[in-house]
Antibody, heavy 121, light 110 residues
């Protein structure tokens, strides 16, 4: 059974930092493009970042470029999102998701349950 | 990276068919046949229903189908059932390993 388990969310002040983690099991992690997707309260899903299979390529939504960094450790079957200079508009549930496609095209067939990040003073 | 446009809500009676539209631009939906659709029940993880425009993952009912015309993709659910009531989100590849989602559509089964 595929499992993606996020952790690291919480309450942080504007300008602060958080590091999210996603532990994967039951899938070929090192063969999968991975992403972070978020959902702000009352809003739709928003793609945040992508990382390729070996961690050598990544991409971001414009609103987080320069502030967020996606990374992975295939030896630990883990995905990370380092979030710096957090803003109120980053408040959301953050999901870890696995892309089933070869090159990463948005076909997320496995999702975690999400971890809540609240940015507030 | 502008969000795709979906209707805020749609509704239908059990047994009917409904279609949810997802309008993008020539930079995403119009260029790539890489639209996916997700079903999302509150408090649960999203579920992939359609990928690469019209493909269904194993285990997804054939009542769900996807299509595209120009800059607009569509999800059709036939034979509506009570358990189909959920939020539905479209997502399109937008080049350079980036994605864009729609705002989501709430489906109500009357």
């Amino acid at each position: 059974e595929v499992q993606l388990v996020e952790s690291g969310g919480g309450l942080v002040q504007p300008g602060g930092s958080l590091r999210l983690s996603c532990a994967a099991s039951g899938l070929s992690f090192s063969s999968s493009w991975m992403s972070w997707v978020r959902q702000a309260p009352g809003k739709g899903l928003e793609w945040v970042a992508y990382i390729n299979k070996d961690g050598t390529e990544n991409s971001y939504v414009d609103s987080v470029k320069g502030r967020f960094t996606i990374s992975r450790d295939n030896t630990k079957n883990s995905l990370y999102l380092q979030m710096n200079t957090l803003r109120a508009e980053d408040t959301a549930v953050y999901y870890c998701a696995r892309d089933r496609s070869y090159y990463g095209n948005g076909a997320f067939d496995s999702w975690g349950q999400g971890t809540m990040v609240t940015v507030s003073s | 990276q502008s969000a795709l446009t979906q209707p805020a809500s749609v509704s239908g009676s059990p047994g009917q068919s409904i279609t949810i539209s997802c309008t993008g631009t020539s930079r995403d939906v119009g260029t790539y046949n890489l639209v996916s659709w997700y079903q999302h029940h509150p408090g649960k993880a999203p579920k992939l229903m359609i990928y690469e425009g019209s493909k269904r993952p194993s285990g997804v009912s054939n009542r769900f189908s996807g299509s595209k015309s120009g800059n607009t993709a569509s999800l059709t659910i036939s034979g509506l059932q009570a358990e189909d009531e959920a939020h539905y989100h479209c997502c399109s590849y937008a080049g350079s390993s980036t994605l864009v989602f729609g705002g989501g559509t709430r489906l109500t089964v009357l």
